[in-house]
């Protein structure tokens, strides 16, 4: 699976922007999908993740009723809509993929195996 982001860029605090990461590859259907985030300095976060059916996403308590996570199978898409953007929000965006989803959620970096390249996104105040 290759996974390449976009929509990334620059808004001011309470702004939204929506990310999109196209998939290439059969097993995207199957894949659990996940959003990570990793400010300068700071270690790479775990922001919010999808299941293959999308029938189930689960988020970073920091970004709980701002941002949503879907996903459209026919167009090997994922999305993460980010609302009431705030500064904190500011960091390099990484798609993930972990082409086995065995039913659970998935949190941590060691447990997807496909990454993109990642997209900008700053906020300011």
């Known amino acids: 699976v290759q996974l390449v982001e976009s929509g990334g860029g620059s808004v001011q605090a309470g702004g939204s922007l929506r990310l999109s990461c196209s998939a290439s590859?059969?097993?995207?259907?199957?894949?659990?999908m996940g959003w990570f985030r990793q400010a300068p300095g700071k270690e790479r976060e775990f922001v919010a993740g999808?299941?293959?059916?999308?029938?189930?996403?689960y988020y970073a308590d920091s970004v709980v009723g701002r941002f949503t996570i879907s996903r459209d199978n026919a167009k090997n898409t994922v999305y993460l809509l980010m609302n009431s953007l705030k500064p904190e929000d500011t960091a390099f965006y990484y798609c993930?993929?972990?082409?086995?989803?065995?039913?659970?959620?998935?949190?941590?970096?060691?447990?997807?195996?496909?990454w993109g390249q990642g997209t900008q996104v700053t906020v300011s105040s």
């Open positions: 993930a993929a972990r082409s086995v989803d065995s039913g659970r959620y998935y949190y941590h970096t060691r447990e997807y195996n496909y």
């Open positions: 999808i299941r293959w059916s999308g029938g189930s996403t």
């Open positions: 590859g059969r097993t995207f259907s199957s894949s659990a």
